[in-house]
């Protein structure tokens, strides 16, 4: 992988969960960091439902290993516009990159 072609900014944001008091919880989206990364859709499709058109589109996003955050299928990317949730994250070509799959999700 080539630094020059991490040319997009992306936002790594992981799930936190508290108990509400009241015996359940609250899930908010906390910051980790930002990072230059390569995103390029890898696969897409059209489902109908009750006559409904609906696209899924996976995108494949290359960046540096996080130094100190371990990056998992509960995280999600903020990337421009779009919500990119994280389905499967997998050791690049180079151990210092990780390749993550995400399923993009509704706009921000």
């Known amino acids: 992988m080539n630094v020059n072609n ?13 108990p509400d008091g009241g ?3 609250n899930e908010a989206w906390v910051f980790a960091n930002e990072y230059w990364a390569s995103v390029r859709p ?5 489902l109908i439902s009750g006559g409904r058109v609906a696209t899924e589109i996976i995108y494949k996003v290359i960046m540096r290993r996080p130094v100190g955050i371990l990056v998992t299928h509960a995280d999600r990317l903020l990337w421009r ?9 997998l050791d690049g070509p180079q ?14």
């Open 81 to 89: 516009t779009h919500i990119l949730n994280v389905r499967a994250v």
């Open 95 to 108: 151990r210092d990159y990780l390749e993550i799959f995400c399923e993009a999700g509704a706009p921000v």
């Open 42 to 46: 890898a696969s897409g499709r059209e």
């Open 23 to 25: 015996g359940g919880h």
């Open 6 to 18: 991490l040319t997009e900014r992306v936002r790594l944001e992981q799930k936190t969960i508290t």
